[in-house]
């Protein structure tokens, strides 16, 4: 008889023989037991996980001679075909090469007729997910309601891809990886079953290879059994899988948690030396870091995924370096995961990112440098630099300095090439006036102090005048009203306030016709003592002087603008007036 592999041989023929899907397992069987069974089921999960071989049994027991039974018998004539793959009754397609519409309608036309000889007509689509939507459209009639004698069983690696149409009318079974534990000890049954002498460290290192699959894990102690005539040796299994000596993870995870860097160039030759795959040596090394880090956090050596010799190792490593140090050093290393992965010089990208690493125990924690430490270790830490001696102080000056009125701190300080700054102008003081303007001022001068505390020509002064009372409350409501009534002259009248506007003052003229400004200019009048009355009045601008100063005494540039307002005045007049909104 031709020789048969090893993931054949071995495939599960009960719900027994389900390694590692005890749910699964519990709801089948139940369901049969009460005789819920649905019109339609989902295996869901990675390759190899036993969903094929789940629908396969699944079959037997809804077809068996003594059943329906939880347990099929695997001796009856269903049983036996069903195992074979020849029973009519069970039709097990590959929904990759039968995806075509035409394909899947005539598959529902023939389902419409009941089973041949057993007692269900199950119907087995494995890699349902490679169907194409219009043969995903085609099912969905038959699958939601269909004849009693039918049962769908939708098996598939990517769930994503199924149509939620297809989801909603099927039950869903998630298919989880089968965990290594539980794949070493399956491959020992298989190994003592078939004689083949292997180490348990062997099928440790096997059982993290299959990633959690049990038909890789089993496909590759085939190999290694073909390799090693019947006995696999550890040197062997390392070498055939492309795994690493966990010795080699030791000496570099302590060289990377010391910061040795020769140590990890070491580590990378000797990686190329053999011809180690840079991609798979960084992804073993990660999972190895990571056992640490879970054995900082208290984890036994019995749950590691180690020979017991090794674990002790890892867990002494693990307690020096400490959690929070394995925590920054696995981070670090995963981040550089995507560059290794990508990198076309695969060995280069590997060296940097341990290298990298081993610059990590060089650093110090942020907590430590906020209560005093060193920001840095004693070797590598620079020494500090000898302090240079300050210039010499010229001397000389310093009397001048003191004799200037400076302050002796500012004396001492020596001369810089900065200039100081100058101080700020201040717009709060009248403009210079030519000699000619000082011996005749104008009544229209802006006081250089706030209008209503300075007196003004033709208005009594003092504190008790009621013009100057006004003018303060006008300033305390609006700054820019009471600057132009200062151009203004103001009188009190049988006990009235006049306010005489001169004609040529366009500014002052347009306030006043403003019904907003003189609503404040009555309410400034109304809280004048108990209130006094007031009005305003237009007058004509006292006339120039007849005699003109000689036109040689000054230049023409010097002659004064009389009817020009001070800047601040003019500022004040385009901010506040420019935006009020004319009456209505």
Same mark, same amino acid.
């Given at each position: 008889?031709?020789?048969?592999?090893?993931?054949?041989?071995?495939?599960?023929?009960?719900?027994?023989?389900?390694?590692?899907?005890?749910?699964?397992?519990?709801?089948?069987?139940?369901?049969?037991?009460?005789?819920?069974?649905?019109?339609?089921?989902?295996?869901?999960?990675?390759?190899?996980?036993?969903?094929?071989?789940?629908?396969?049994?699944?079959?037997?027991?809804?077809?068996?001679?003594?059943?329906?039974?939880?347990?099929?018998?695997?001796?009856?004539?269903?049983?036996?075909?069903?195992?074979?793959?020849?029973?009519?009754?069970?039709?097990?397609?590959?929904?990759?090469?039968?995806?075509?519409?035409?394909?899947?309608?005539?598959?529902?036309?023939?389902?419409?007729?009941?089973?041949?000889?057993?007692?269900?007509? #199950?119907?087995? @689509?494995? /890699?349902?997910? *490679?169907?194409? &939507? %219009? !043969? =995903?459209?085609?099912? $969905?009639?038959?699958?939601? +309601?269909?004849?009693?004698?039918?049962?769908?069983?939708?098996?598939?690696?990517?769930?994503?891809?199924?149509?939620?149409?297809?989801?909603?009318?099927?039950?869903?079974?998630?298919?989880?990886?089968?965990?290594?534990?539980?794949?070493?000890?399956?491959?020992?049954?298989?190994?003592?079953?078939?004689?083949?002498?292997?180490?348990?460290?062997?099928?440790?290192?096997?059982?993290?290879?299959?990633?959690?699959?049990?038909?890789?894990?089993?496909?590759?102690?085939?190999?290694?059994?073909?390799?090693?005539?019947?006995?696999?040796?550890?040197?062997?299994?390392?070498?055939?899988?492309?795994?690493?000596?966990?010795?080699?993870?030791?000496?570099?995870?302590?060289?990377?948690?010391?910061?040795?860097?020769?140590?990890?160039?070491?580590? #990378?030759?000797? @990686?190329? /030396?053999?011809? *180690?795959?840079? &991609? %798979? !040596? =960084?992804?073993?090394? $990660?999972?190895?870091?990571? +056992?640490?880090?879970?054995?900082?956090?208290?984890?036994?050596?019995?749950?590691?995924?180690?020979?017991?010799?090794?674990?002790?190792?890892?867990?002494?490593?693990?307690?020096?370096?400490?959690?929070?140090?394995?925590?920054?050093?696995?981070?670090?290393?995963?981040?550089?995961?995507?560059?290794?992965?990508?990198?076309?010089?695969?060995?280069?990208?590997?060296?940097?990112?341990?290298?990298?690493?081993?610059?990590?125990?060089?650093?110090?924690?942020?907590?430590?440098?906020?209560?005093?430490?060193?920001?840095?270790?004693?070797?590598?830490?620079?020494?500090?630099?000898?302090?240079?001696?300050?210039?010499?102080?010229?001397?000389?000056?310093?009397?001048?300095?003191?004799?200037?009125?400076?302050?002796?701190?500012?004396?001492?300080?020596?001369?810089?090439?900065?200039?100081?700054?100058?101080?700020?102008?201040?717009?709060?003081?009248?403009?210079?006036?030519?000699?000619?303007?000082?011996?005749?001022?104008?009544?229209?001068?802006?006081?250089?102090?706030?209008?209503?505390?300075?007196?003004?020509?033709?208005?009594?002064?003092?504190?008790?005048?009621?013009?100057?009372?006004?003018?303060?409350?006008?300033?305390?409501?609006?700054?820019?009203?009471?600057?132009?009534?200062?151009?203004?002259?103001?009188?009190?009248?049988?006990?009235?306030?006049?306010?005489?506007?001169?004609?040529?003052?366009?500014?002052?003229?347009?306030?006043?016709?403003?019904?907003?400004?003189?609503?404040?200019?009555?309410?400034?009048?109304?809280?004048?003592?108990?209130?006094?009355?007031?009005?305003?009045?237009?007058?004509?601008?006292?006339?120039?002087?007849?005699?003109?100063?000689?036109?040689?005494?000054?230049?023409?540039?010097?002659?004064?603008?009389?009817?020009?307002?001070?800047?601040?005045?003019?500022?004040?007049?385009?901010?506040?007036?420019?935006?009020?909104?004319?009456?209505?």
């Amino acid at each position: 008889m031709a020789y048969q592999v090893l993931a054949r041989k071995c495939r599960p023929q009960d719900f027994a023989g389900l390694i590692g899907q005890e749910p699964i397992v519990t709801a089948l069987r139940n369901a049969i037991t009460d005789g819920r069974i649905a019109q339609a089921y989902l295996f869901a999960g990675i390759r190899g996980v036993g969903k094929t071989s789940a629908a396969r049994i699944l079959a037997k027991a809804l077809n068996c001679e003594q059943g329906p039974t939880p347990e099929p018998c695997n001796a009856c004539r269903s049983c036996t075909e069903i195992t074979r793959g020849g029973d009519m009754d069970v039709i097990e397609v590959d929904a990759a090469t039968y995806s075509k519409v035409e394909q899947v309608r005539e598959l529902t036309e023939s389902l419409k007729y009941g089973p041949a000889k057993d007692r269900y007509k #199950v119907v087995i @689509l494995d /890699e349902v997910h *490679r169907l194409s &939507r %219009q !043969a =995903f459209d085609a099912l $969905l009639k038959i699958i939601e +309601e269909p004849p009693p004698h039918l049962v769908f069983i939708f098996a598939t690696t990517e769930m994503e891809a199924v149509p939620a149409t297809i989801l909603s009318r099927c039950q869903e079974l998630i298919f989880r990886r089968v965990p290594v534990a539980v794949l070493a000890r399956y491959l020992g049954t298989i190994c003592a079953a078939e004689g083949i002498e292997v180490s348990e460290s062997t099928l440790r290192l096997v059982a993290r290879a299959g990633e959690g699959s049990v038909r890789d894990s089993v496909a590759l102690l085939d190999q290694l059994a073909t390799f090693g005539g019947g006995a696999i040796a550890d040197d062997q299994a390392g070498r055939l899988l492309g795994g690493l000596d966990t010795a080699l993870f030791e000496s570099l995870l302590q060289a990377i948690l010391a910061g040795d860097g020769a140590g990890v160039l070491a580590t #990378v030759a000797r @990686l190329e /030396e053999e011809g *180690r795959d840079p &991609r %798979q !040596a =960084f992804a073993q090394f $990660l999972v190895y870091c990571r +056992e640490a880090l879970h054995v900082s956090l208290g984890a036994s050596a019995e749950q590691l995924d180690l020979p017991r010799e090794e674990a002790a190792t890892l867990t002494e490593i693990a307690r020096q370096a400490g959690y929070e140090n394995l925590l920054r050093l696995v981070h670090g290393l995963l981040a550089s995961e995507a560059t290794i992965r990508r990198s076309e010089v695969g060995s280069l990208a590997l060296e940097i990112a341990w290298l990298r690493a081993a610059e990590l125990p060089k650093l110090t924690a942020v907590e430590k440098i906020l209560q005093g430490a060193p920001s840095g270790p004693p070797a590598a830490r620079p020494a500090p630099a000898p302090p240079t001696k300050p210039a010499a102080r010229p001397t000389a000056p310093a009397p001048a300095k003191a004799s200037s009125g400076e302050s002796p701190a500012r004396a001492e300080k020596p001369s810089s090439p900065i200039p100081e700054p100058s101080p700020p102008p201040d717009f709060s003081a009248p403009p210079p006036s030519p000699p000619e303007r000082r011996e005749r001022p104008s009544e229209n001068t802006t006081p250089s102090v706030a209008p209503a505390a300075a007196p003004r020509k033709g208005t009594p002064g003092g504190t008790g005048d009621p013009s100057a009372a006004f003018l303060e409350e006008v300033s305390q409501r609006k700054v820019p009203l009471a600057v132009h009534l200062a151009r203004a002259r103001l009188e009190m009248h049988d006990g009235e306030l006049v306010i005489h506007v001169p004609d040529q003052d366009a500014n002052l003229l347009n306030a006043m016709q403003r019904k907003s400004n003189r609503d404040v200019l009555a309410q400034a009048a109304a809280a004048v003592g108990s209130g006094i009355p007031w009005r305003w009045t237009q007058e004509a601008s006292p006339e120039k002087p007849a005699a003109a100063p000689p036109k040689s005494s000054a230049k023409k540039r010097n002659v004064p603008r009389q009817e020009e307002p001070h800047p601040t005045q003019q500022l004040l007049t385009t901010l506040f007036d420019g935006a009020e909104e004319p009456d209505a």
